[in-house]
């Protein structure tokens, strides 16, 4: 089997922005839209400040409250672990954004531009498919199936692998299979210590943090 | 809207999914309470009538809430996991029963009103759940708050029953302790409610609810509580004092839904359960 994950190393981020920025051009999202996005979070007081910067987005989650919650089906899970949008089905109710626990769901209701007129890119990649539906972080499905069908790796082999793992300049983010244990995020994972988004909620996140080299 | 790691308040449900759980609640707990309580022909035909009214302008205003309204009927599609599925599906049912029954209390048949406080149960029940479903708000997904809506929507029910006793002339002493009860019941599970969320929920959205709980307590449960045994101890000149009280205890049960959607929907933000590590560790020695 394989079980599609991401991983981010906390050590790494410098919070530029870059997967965020590629995330938009790839996936075309309006502005407002971010279905990945640096957080810039602030722990201690003066003097004793530490300071993160940690990519969120869709988790695709073992046990997706979002799949649950849907009363259409659109949201489903692949047995990849991708949790996907049949924009066809959606009714745009939001309660998959409501049942989220990481915030990573959007309903854009009417079309938006970044300066009121769509520019010649945005008129091209205008989906009207995406309006008043949830829409989210699909890890560049689609790049994945198509990397796939042509024998490439997803993670190893940057057109098989998500646009945000591609730009980061760091290396911060890493995607691969969780289920071969030889794949870069098994390695990542088996040498660092690490940690999951509000694991207490039981949703099983396929987004790993890394925070110290392995004891 | 902040993406900032605090809680914030969730912006996609707005007074139309309020008004949902407020009508619904409403309309559910009056079907309940219509056949409980024993109200028979004309009365019991315009009440199940009124409460299938309040769940069909719940229903309205949520369906006004859709991205995509044209599409209503995909909420039929996951019946195995949604709630909200499950909760069109009993309104589906519930409406044509209730009209059913209210058309045969009209006609001096009572035995259906049963069957619409069946499915008016299954139809909070499933309604509650779907607040509970939404694991990204802390204070609804906290498990009491099933108990809460159903607790709500009884007492809710109750008062519109009396509410509407100047009306329909209907109301033995012992639906009047019947409310007395429910009304004792949903403050007592409120209080259960409320605790569980202390340390959990976000600052704000706590006292968003406390405003609310305040106006349960003492306008929704203390003053009709009051008139009500004011009532009782007047005897017959009471259905005045038993309308006030019904008043009340709906209308602070619908401002407790009102804010617990509007403006106590906080999500839980982000959190770092570890800090990273960077750079030269301190010498440990």
């Known amino acids: 089997m394989t079980r599609w994950a991401m991983v981010a190393d906390l050590r790494r981020c410098v919070g530029c922005q870059t997967c965020t920025a590629a995330c938009k051009v790839t ?87 970044a300066y009121g007129e769509p520019m010649e890119s945005e008129t091209l990649t205008h989906d009207e498919a995406r309006l008043a539906v949830a829409t989210k972080c699909t890890f560049c499905v689609d790049r994945i199936d198509d990397g796939l069908a042509r024998g490439l790796r997803p993670g190893v082999d940057p057109e098989a692998t998500p646009a945000c793992v591609n730009a980061c300049i760091a290396k911060a983010m890493t995607f691969g299979d969780l289920d071969d244990p030889d794949s870069n995020v098994s390695q990542l994972l088996a040498a660092h210590r690490h940690f999951r988004m509000h694991e207490e909620l039981g949703t099983g996140s396929g987004f790993f943090y890394l925070w110290d080299r392995g004891a | 809207m902040s993406y900032g790691p605090n809680p914030w308040q969730q912006t996609q449900w707005d007074w139309r999914a309020a008004v949902n759980f407020m009508g619904g609640g409403a309309g559910s707990g009056l079907l309940m309470v219509t056949a409980l309580a024993a109200v028979k022909g004309g009365a019991a035909a315009a009440l199940l009538l009124l409460g299938i009214a309040l769940v069909g302008l719940g229903l309205a205003c949520v369906w006004a809430e859709l991205g995509r309204p044209l599409r209503a009927l995909h909420v039929f599609f996951n019946r195995r996991t949604s709630w909200m599925t499950r909760e069109a599906i009993a309104a589906t049912l519930l409406l044509p029963v209730a009209v059913v029954a209210a058309v045969a209390a009209w006609g001096g048949v009572d035995g259906l009103q049963w069957a619409a406080a069946a499915l008016a149960l299954a139809f909070i029940y499933a309604q509650s759940r779907m607040l509970q479903g939404a694991r990204g708000i ?114 602070a049960g619908a401002y407790l839904k009102f804010s617990l959607v509007t403006r106590a929907g906080y999500n839980q933000g982000f959190a770092l359960r570890e800090v990273p590590v960077r750079g030269a560790r301190p010498f440990i020695g």
């Not at chain 1, 400040?49 to 692949?78: I, L, Y």
């Not at chain 2, 429910?182 to 259960?192: E, F, T």
């Not at chain 2, 009471?238 to 006030?244: K, N, V």
Request: aromatic share 8%.
């Open chain 1, 27 to 113: 996936n075309a999202t309006p502005p407002g839209v971010q279905w990945r996005r640096v957080l810039d979070m602030e722990f201690g007081e003066y003097p004793q400040v530490r300071r993160a910067f940690v990519p969120v987005g869709c988790q695709h989650c073992d046990e997706p409250p979002c799949v649950d919650a849907c009363p259409s089906t659109a949201t489903r899970k692949r047995p990849d672990g991708i949790v996907t949008m049949d924009y066809a089905l959606c009714i745009g109710c939001a309660y998959c954004a409501v049942a989220c626990p990481y915030q990573a769901r959007y309903r854009t209701l009417r079309a938006s531009f």
């Open chain 2, 138 to 251: 802390v204070a609804w997904r906290e498990p009491r708050v099933v108990a809460l809506l159903l607790a709500t929507s009884l007492a809710e029910g109750g008062g519109l029953l009396w509410l509407t006793q100047p009306w329909h002339g209907q109301g033995s002493p012992m639906a009047a302790w019947l409310f007395g009860v429910l009304l004792l019941a949903r403050a007592i599970v409120w209080l259960g409610y409320r605790r569980r969320l202390d340390g959990h929920a976000a600052p704000r959205a706590l006292r968003a609810l406390d405003g609310a709980g305040r106006v349960l307590l003492i306008g929704g449960t203390a003053a009709p509580l009051v008139l009500l045994l004011a009532a009782t101890v007047a005897g017959s000149a009471s259905s005045a004092s038993l309308a006030l009280a019904g008043l009340l205890a709906a209308a």
